[in-house]
C-alpha cells in the first residue's frame, strides 16, 4: 500500500512540475508556410495624400472655397451663408446648412476660424457646430482664454464628453478638425445594437479618442437613440460669423 501511494505522489508531483514549466516556458509555436502569415490579396488601394489646401484623391470635395452646391439649407432651399476668399461664413439669420449627400461610416476634414474680433463670453462666443448624421454634435467654440461648461468647449462632443485637452488657436486663427466616424448600428426592431464612436483631432491633437457616442445632442437631457439610417452632415447656425474651408469627406 505504502508503495502505491509512494508511486501516486510521484505521478502528482511530476505532473505539477510539468504544469509549472508550462506555465514559465511557451510552447513552441510550429513554423507557418508564408501562404498563411503574409496577405497578399486584395491589394491595398493606393491614394494620393492631399497637401495642406487640397483633399486626398478618393475624397468627396464638400467645400473648396468656390461655392456651396454640395450643401442645401433647410429642406431642400438654398444656403444662405456666404462665400468670399476662399471661405464660407456663417449668416446671421440664414439657419444651418446640411450637405446633400448622406453618409454613413466616414473620415471628415474641416477647418474652421472662429471671429477675430471678440463678442461675448462662454457659449456666447464663436459658437458653431459640427453634427455627425445631423444628430451626434461635434462641438465647434472659441475657446481661447473663454470658461464655460468643458463638455460644450471646442473639441467636445456636447454635452457628453470634454476634450482631453483645448487645443484651440487665438479667435481668428484657423483651426482643423479631422474627424473619424462610425456609425450606430441598430437591431431590426429598432434598438440599439451598436453606439457610434467618434475619434476627433483638434488642430492635430487627439481631442475624443474613439469615444462611444450617448446619443443625440440635446441642450437639456439626456442623450438618446433612435435607429436612422445614412444622413447628412450639417453645420451649426449659432448666429457667430464662424468661417468654414477645405472640407472633404473620406467614405469608410
Do not use: C
Not at 98 to 114: S, V
Not at 139 to 159: C, F, H, M, R
Request: proline content about 7%; charged content about 20%.
Amino acid at each position: 500500500m505504502r508503495i502505491k501511494v509512494t508511486i501516486i505522489l510521484l505521478i502528482a508531483g511530476v505532473l505539477y512540475f510539468d504544469k509549472a514549466i508550462a506555465q514559465v516556458i511557451p510552447a513552441k509555436i510550429p513554423e507557418m508556410s508564408p501562404g498563411v502569415t503574409e496577405i497578399w490579396e486584395p491589394a491595398v488601394p493606393v491614394v494620393k495624400p492631399g497637401t495642406f489646401s487640397s483633399a486626398p484623391s478618393d475624397a468627396i470635395v464638400l467645400f473648396d472655397g468656390k461655392d456651396l452646391s454640395q450643401w442645401r439649407g433647410k429642406g431642400e432651399s438654398k444656403p444662405g451663408w456666404k462665400v468670399t476668399e476662399g471661405h464660407m461664413v456663417v449668416i446671421k439669420g440664414a439657419g444651418s446648412i446640411w450637405t446633400k449627400q448622406n453618409f454613413n461610416d466616414f473620415q471628415l476634414h474641416l477647418e474652421w476660424a472662429a471671429p477675430s474680433e471678440i463678442t461675448g463670453e462662454g457659449q456666447g462666443r464663436g459658437n458653431s457646430g459640427v453634427i455627425l448624421q445631423d444628430r451626434y454634435e461635434v462641438q465647434i467654440l472659441d475657446s481661447y482664454n473663454n470658461a464655460t461648461y468643458v463638455n460644450g468647449q471646442a473639441g467636445s462632443i456636447y454635452k457628453q464628453y470634454p476634450p482631453l485637452v483645448n487645443a484651440m488657436s487665438k479667435p481668428g486663427e484657423w483651426n482643423t478638425y479631422d474627424i473619424i466616424y462610425t456609425a450606430p448600428r441598430f437591431k431590426d426592431n429598432g434598438s440599439l445594437f451598436s453606439p457610434g464612436r467618434v475619434t476627433v483631432l483638434h488642430n492635430g491633437i487627439v481631442v475624443q479618442n474613439n469615444v462611444a457616442i450617448k446619443g443625440d445632442a440635446k441642450n437639456a437631457g439626456l442623450p438618446s437613440y433612435k435607429k436612422h439610417g445614412p444622413a447628412p452632415i450639417q453645420l451649426q447656425n449659432h448666429t457667430d460669423p464662424v468661417r468654414f474651408r477645405n472640407i472633404w469627406l473620406r467614405e469608410l
